[in-house]
């Protein structure tokens, strides 16, 4: 299987965890008037901005309330068998915050407050963002090689999965375990071609791709 092919089983992997953690801030008054809270940031995200570009009237109002920010984008639409275009639509969903939030709570509008996100969510996605950085900035890494080889593969999943343990130690729970999952994915392909002499062989030829301390791993407005 090609390298993108087993960071997209990755990415899914790390995406289809999050729907099992919980957002909310576990200290807060059992009696404290909250907002909806999600299980999953993501899909509310997903669903919210098909929401507003599906309507004429609604993307209208939208470009409006972009423009009291001086903000000039627009929100991207995320498709599904692409893990990458999640990465795009959360980075440029998180710089298009405010905008979000006032459409989700207008008065013309009242269907759309179901989907608000809290502050809690918003960081949430922060960090999603992040670590989904990881497997982007070394996708792409090898993406700009002419001619993408074995050699340049294989180590590359040796440095996702050291950047992503960077990322577990860094956010904690619950997003050590949802790192897990793919580093779960990623370990068993290594796992599986290890004992492959083409493996053996590819270590002896001279590597083209940078090592991981050179991606860039900053968000950029996509």
């Known amino acids: 299987r090609c390298f993108p092919h087993i960071v997209n089983l990755a990415c899914k992997a790390i995406l289809a965890a999050l729907s099992k953690y919980n957002y909310i801030d576990p200290e807060a008054a059992p009696n404290e008037a909250l907002p909806t809270v999600h299980a999953d940031p993501v899909p509310t995200l997903r669903a919210v901005i098909r929401a507003i570009r599906a309507s004429s009237l609604r ?22 068998t692409r893990w990458s275009s999640t990465l795009y639509m959360i980075d440029r969903a998180i710089h298009l915050e405010k905008p979000l939030d006032a459409i989700c709570s207008s008065r013309e509008f009242p269907d759309l407050e179901k989907y608000k996100l809290t502050q809690e969510e918003w960081d949430a996605l922060v960090i999603v963002r992040e670590i989904l950085l990881v497997p982007d900035a070394f ?18 999943f040796d440095g996702m999965v050291e950047m992503l343990n960077e990322k577990k130690a860094l ?3 619950p997003f050590t375990e949802i790192i897990d999952e793919g580093i779960k994915k990623l370990d068993a392909y290594h796992n599986r071609v290890a004992p ?24 950029t407005q996509f």
């Open 59 to 80: 993307r209208q109002h939208f470009a409006t309330v972009c423009a009291t920010y001086e903000i000039e984008l627009q929100l991207l639409r995320n498709v599904e």
């Open 139 to 156: 996708q792409q890494k090898l993406s700009a090689e002419k001619t993408p080889t074995l050699c340049g593969a294989l180590p590359s």
């Open 171 to 173: 956010f904690g729970h």
């Open 196 to 219: 492959v002499p083409a493996y053996t062989i590819s270590m002896r030829m001279p590597l083209k791709v940078s090592h991981c301390d050179t991606l860039d791993l900053t968000s």
